[in-house]
Nanobody, 123 residues
Framework: VQLQASGGGLVQAGGSLRLSCAASGPSFSRYAVGWFRQAPGKERELVAAIHRSDRNTYYVDSVKGRFTISRDNAKNTVYLQMNNVRPEDTAVYYC?????????????????WGQGTLVTVSS
């Protein structure tokens, strides 16, 4: 599967942004998808993830209540809705995918990666 992230840009603190991760290739509905971010000088971190079943999601504590991950398998797309953004959310955001079975947990490592999209939050 190939992944392409988009939707980044410049936003003021407190604003909103929606990132999209479009997938091409078969069986996208069998993939868990994660959104990672990497800020300058910092390690890459998993921000949010969604299982293939879409009923199981993960959020890092710093974005809980502000970010929402969702998927539309008919469009082969996963979204990251970012609300009430903060300057510390500034980073390059990447989406990544991994094929999983229904009973597997949300993975922490992923096999397929898209290019990054830059999110800059101004104070």
């Amino acid at each position: 599967v190939q992944l392409q992230a988009s939707g980044g840009g410049l936003v003021q603190a407190g604003g909103s942004l929606r990132l999209s991760c479009a997938a091409s290739g078969p069986s996208f509905s069998r993939y868990a998808v994660g959104w990672f971010r990497q800020a300058p000088g910092k390690e890459r971190e998993l921000v949010a993830a969604i299982h293939r079943s879409d009923r199981n999601t993960y959020y890092v504590d710093s974005v809980k209540g502000r970010f929402t991950i969702s998927r539309d398998n008919a469009k082969n797309t996963v979204y990251l809705q970012m609300n009430n953004v903060r300057p510390e959310d500034t980073a390059v955001y990447y989406c990544a995918g991994k094929q999983v079975i229904l009973t597997a947990p949300i993975p922490s490592t992923y096999d397929y990666w898209g290019q990054g999209t830059l999110v800059t939050v101004s104070s």
